[in-house]
């Protein structure tokens, strides 16, 4: 039997067949979850329909903008006519205007800023408490997060500001869901070859700095994010909660 046969849950963040967030889906599924998608946009609609449809007639796919209280409602209202309650909730959003990932952090706009904290923090809190009322017999929500929320990654600006609000936020989403045996975990993953990180200036660079640096002496794979996802949606995980995991190789602890 897989680890998480019987859960339900709900994926925020596919885009395409490279997204983490379907890595994490795909590993979820292959141990026995059944799961709702949501996707941003029309534009990514064919994609995420073709991706989920694979998992069969039980799969609920919807649209939802984050920054959009009536879309959050709406996606819960129907996961809870559907599937009755909830278990598990993947959260792989993120966007920051492109030119504040580009120029000088000292010039972010407060635009830009408000942007980013929006789609890529507040977002965790507004779907957690859309989740919180289906996860009725405990649950497990984890969030993606990265390096820069903790250390000045060059051009990350503005989003490592933001996945440091969204790793806080893990913390206190910890601590006001635990009463409900709900677990909130972050997972800080080493740079990955998504859409996200398309087109952004030494991308590539970073991936063999990381080869070079790490202590695994590599980068990371999506199905070693799609394992740590199953571990803390699993009831292997039931006492790990408000923690970030990092999936970096190792990178992490290196001080130089
Ligand atoms: O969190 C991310 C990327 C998130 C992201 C990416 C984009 C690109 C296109 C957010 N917003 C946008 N907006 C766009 O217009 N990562 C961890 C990947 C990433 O992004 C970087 C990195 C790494 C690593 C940006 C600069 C430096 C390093």
């Given amino acids: 039997m897989g680890l998480l046969t019987g859960k339900l849950g709900i994926v925020f963040g596919v885009a395409n067949k490279r997204s983490i967030a379907w890595a994490i889906a795909q590993a979820w599924a292959r141990e026995g979850a059944t799961l709702a998608f949501t996707y941003q946009g029309e534009r990514l609609k064919d994609n995420v329909e073709e991706l989920a449809g694979t998992f069969g007639a039980d799969t609920i796919i919807l649209p939802c903008d984050v920054t959009r209280d009536e879309d959050i409602a709406s996606v819960f209202a129907q996961v809870g006519a559907k599937f009755g309650r909830l278990d598990l909730l993947l959260h792989s959003v993120a966007f920051a205007p492109r030119e504040a990932l580009e120029g000088d952090f000292l010039d972010t706009s407060r635009d830009a800023f408000k942007v980013a904290h929006d789609v890529s923090a507040y977002s965790l809190i507004a779907l957690a408490r859309g989740a919180a ?24 600006n503005v989003m490592g500001v933001a996945k440091a609000a969204l790793e806080a936020s893990t913390r206190y989403l910890a601590y006001s869901l635990g009463p409900k045996k709900v677990r909130v975990n972050c997972i800080s993953a080493g740079p990955m070859n998504t859409l996200a990180a398309r087109g952004i200036a030494g991308f590539g660079d970073m991936l063999k700095h990381y080869e070079a640096h790490s202590p695994l002496k590599r980068n990371v794979l999506p199905d070693e994010l799609g394992a740590t996802g199953v571990f803390l949606a ?19 602890i290196m001080g130089m």
Avoid at 234 to 252: E, F, K, L, M, R
């Fill in 133 to 156: 009322p289906l996860m009725t017999d405990g649950g497990s929500i984890v969030a993606m997060s990265y390096y820069g929320a903790e250390k000045v990654i060059p051009h990350y």
């Fill in 234 to 252: 699993s009831n292997g995980a039931a006492a790990i909660t408000g923690q970030v995991i990092y999936v970096d190789a190792g990178y992490q």
